[in-house]
């Protein structure tokens, strides 16, 4: 039931629940964490290194040493370094320039770092196989090593160049520095779980550890939470005991004298209103109850010392408020003037 208190007071305590707001940001930075650890999963390789310029004898130097490192990786897991890939390349030779992109190849160095990998020599032998066709398509663009590229070739490269080059396929756009910024931070947080995961197989003893910290760190969060609710209880007792009689007594009399101004207009119901809760705040000044909004009358009666006077006036007051208010019984003159004298009675007492 809410509470309607009189336009001329103001509720002098703040709400109690304001203390929840710290325990929700600790949850959302959990879940934040959580979720930077999922992104970084998929979002760890998005890195593109920069595009450098090579001659064609270049690039046939650059696909050699790759052909060497998928060897060496196949050899050996630890010798599987995507960043020993090196840049991507823009290649200009006689009469066509092209780029190549080596993100495949420094996601499958990634990957083959797990000896476990399954497939993994299938995978490698597949990299080395497209470096090899790599290899002779640029000895058949350029002649077979004679120098002059072979005219077919050429010209289904300047084809292709000219379909790429239609609008419907100019939707690619280049890496932004903020993109670049981006993919690196994500790469770093790639890696520093990478780092933890493998840390962890050396160290058997750090997930138990990890464990039970996190867990008394959570029942650390809850202690504080409790001290901290009970530090405002406190409080709110505090200063609860420091308002004066004289201020609940006004209270009590403002919805008095709504009740009066509400019965002069022959308004019997809304009067019996009033009247329940000036019963109701003049208790609060003899240090009853503390005030809470949310209490039902019920919960007011029961709050008394059992058949007391206090609580048979307030329970006959109560009755006739919950048949007008909530069971919407006509209200009549003569159910105002009895309730105006229970509420005499209880300010008496």
């Known amino acids: 039931m809410r509470r309607l208190i009189p336009p001329t007071l103001s509720n002098p305590l703040r709400s109690r629940f304001k203390h929840m707001r710290l325990a929700l940001r600790r949850t959302f930075l959990l879940l934040a964490l959580a979720w930077l650890h999922a992104a970084a999963q998929s979002g760890g390789l ?11 004898s270049e690039y046939r130097a650059h696909v050699e040493s ?13 010798a599987c370094d995507p960043a020993a890939v090196g840049d991507d390349e823009k290649v200009a030779s006689p009469g066509e320039t092209f780029q190549v992109r080596r993100q495949w190849l420094r996601k499958l160095l990634d990957d083959a770092h797990n000896p476990e990998l399954a497939d993994r020599n299938a995978l490698l032998d597949q990299a080395s196989a497209r470096l090899d066709q790599e290899l002779r398509d640029q000895e058949l663009a350029a002649g ?3 120098g002059e590229p072979q005219p077919a070739f050429a010209q289904a490269r300047r084809d292709a160049n000219a ?6 396929f100019r939707i690619v756009s280049g890496e932004s520095w903020l993109d670049r910024k981006v993919a690196q931070f994500w790469d770093w947080v790639n890696r520093f779980f990478s780092a933890a995961a493998g840390f962890g197989h050396r160290a058997p003893w750090l997930g138990p550890v990890l464990e039970w910290s ?12 409790a001290a901290r609710t009970l530090q405002r209880e406190r409080l709110a007792i505090s200063l609860s005991s420091m308002i004066p009689a004289s201020h609940w007594q006004k209270e ?9 101004l509400e019965a002069e207009k022959g308004n019997w119901r809304e009067a019996i209103h ?4 000036a019963s109701i705040v003049a208790l609060e000044s003899h240090r009853l109850w503390r005030r809470d909004n949310a209490r039902t009358p019920r919960e007011y009666v029961e709050l008394l010392e059992p058949n007391s006077p206090r609580q048979i006036t307030l329970r006959s007051i109560t009755r006739i408020f919950e048949r007008i208010w909530y069971g919407l019984r006509v209200a ?13 009675e209880l300010r008496r007492a």
């Open 46 to 56: 998005l890195l593109q290194p920069p595009t450098r310029e090579s001659t064609a």
């Open 66 to 78: 790759l052909r060497g490192l998928v060897r060496a990786c196949r050899d050996d897991a630890k």
């Open 144 to 146: 077979g090593g004679g």
């Open 163 to 168: 379909i790429l080059a239609r609008p419907e």
């Open 214 to 225: 996190f867990v008394g760190l959570v029942l650390l969060f809850l202690l504080i939470w």
């Open 252 to 260: 009590a009399d403002n919805w008095a004298e709504l009740a009066r």
């Open 274 to 277: 009033c009247l329940y809760w």
């Open 332 to 344: 009549a003159h003569e159910d105002y003037a009895q309730a105006l004298a229970l509420f005499e």
